[in-house]
């Protein structure tokens, strides 16, 4: 899986792992809730981050 990589030092936590598609499909598939209720709490945070990353992108867009 590719890793996230930036030529700014980061204060966030460690790579982010992808989290569309088939890691949610195959947990389903396997139907362990416990594993289910983590990916999704991981997913929630990540969506959280990726719109706050979108926000700042199009503020820096609007400036250009």
Known sequence: MPIR????????????????????????????????KALAKEARKQVAEVRKALASLDKKIGKA
């Open 5 to 36: 990589k930036s030529s700014k030092s980061s204060t966030k936590s460690g790579p982010i792992r992808v989290l569309y598609g088939p890691p949610i499909y195959e947990a389903i598939e396997r139907g362990d809730i416990k594993e289910m």
